[in-house]
């Protein structure tokens, strides 16, 4: 499955945003998608994942102010992010895992400035 993020851009702190993420087939089947990120010199790390029951996990940074959904019958996977903290400045990428495999979106970037 191919998956494309989009949605990220440059925002005051305090300001929202909304990311989406398409894939190229159905997502009804997929068993967890979910958004990660990478800031400069660190890590890749979860942000947020849905299962296919709806079941919704944040990292602790996040809760209360993220929210992951899915859309399966438009196939897209999207997460607001409200109330955004310069610390939340990263590349955001969509993944999708599928049995033992793990698809990766191709990343879009968030700068949040204070």
């Known amino acids: 499955v191919q998956l494309q993020a989009s949605g990220g851009g440059s925002v005051q702190a305090g300001e929202a945003l909304r990311l989406s993420c398409a894939a190229s087939?159905?997502?009804?089947?997929?068993?967890?998608l979910g958004w990660y990120r990478q800031a400069p010199g660190e890590e890749r790390e979860l942000v947020a994942t849905?299962?296919?029951?709806?079941?919704?996990n944040y990292a602790d940074s996040v809760k209360g102010r993220f929210t992951i959904s899915r859309d399966n019958a438009k196939n897209n996977l999207h997460l607001q992010m409200n109330s955004l903290k310069s610390e939340d400045t990263a590349v955001y990428y969509c993944?999708?895992?599928?049995?033992?495999?793990?698809?990766w979106g191709q990343g879009t970037l968030v700068t949040v400035s204070s």
């Open positions: 849905i299962t296919r029951a709806g079941s919704t």
């Open positions: 087939r159905s997502i009804d089947s997929i068993d967890t």
């Open positions: 993944n999708a895992r599928v049995f033992v495999t793990i698809y």
